[in-house]
């Protein structure tokens, strides 16, 4: 058994971590028998979601990915950021950490993202595939992913949903809104029913911010 994806610790990881969302009075879980996925509404003001939009605005770069090939393809088009150091990072870092009850040394940087008209991420998994050659790096610095948690800053014009085409619902941005979600089944074992794709714009930007959480502690 690889110990940096151990289904057992894994399904721990995911009956905590759902515990604590069901109990909460701010969440609301997304009501499928295939995916563990829960809401948190206003989880952030529209001035917090205004200054980090100016911050991806600062840092973004294009955004990148472990197959090089995919990026010429045209796979993920959008602008990243991982943020630096800054008090108001970390007062977001600690709040969604204790709406999770995952430590932050379980973490990993969190990310913003940008989205122009036309920019996209098609349909992916953010677990790691362990037969691909990135996770000989990846299973020594966390292991294997566990939750994500995406927060939409903004609401565009048109388009740019977060969709899961195999559980069939898309997720419109609502600003300030915290979207997560486990990326294992309830036994620990990937859940591709977790597949999900930044839509395309059609008009204005999409600006989301994104973390996720690792089975082990990062280094």
């Known amino acids: ?4 994806n151990n289904p057992m610790k894994l399904a721990q990881i995911g009956a905590l971590v759902s515990e604590r969302l069901n109990n909460s009075t701010f969440v609301h879980p997304v009501d499928h028998p295939a995916a563990q996925l829960y809401l948190y509404p206003d989880f952030l003001s529209d001035t917090v979601c205004d200054q980090l939009m100016a911050l991806i ?21 959008s602008y990243s950021c991982n943020f630096k150091l800054d008090p ?7 709040r969604l950490c204790n709406v999770m009850g995952i430590p932050n040394q379980f973490a990993e940087t969190m990310q913003g993202q940008r989205y122009l008209v036309g920019q996209q991420f098609k349909p992916h998994h953010d677990f790691f595939h362990t037969n691909q050659e990135y996770w000989e790096k990846e299973c020594q610095n966390g292991g294997q992913r566990t939750w994500t ?5 903004n609401e565009p014009e048109q388009g740019g949903h977060t969709d899961f085409p195999t559980l069939g619902f898309s997720i419109k941005p609502q600003r300030g809104m915290l979207l997560m979600w486990n990326n294992m089944n309830p036994d620990g074992t990937e859940n591709h029913s977790t597949l999900h794709a930044g839509m395309p714009v059609i008009e204005g930007a999409k600006y989301v911010i994104t973390k996720w959480y690792r089975q082990n502690e990062r280094s």
Do not use: C, H, W
């Open 88 to 94: 108001i990072v970390t007062k977001i870092e600690t």
């Open 1 to 4: 058994m690889d110990q940096n």
């Open 57 to 77: 605005d600062a840092d973004a770069i294009p955004s990148t990915l472990y197959n090089p090939t995919a990026i010429k393809e045209g796979f993920r088009t």
């Open 149 to 153: 948690a995406m927060i939409f800053l």
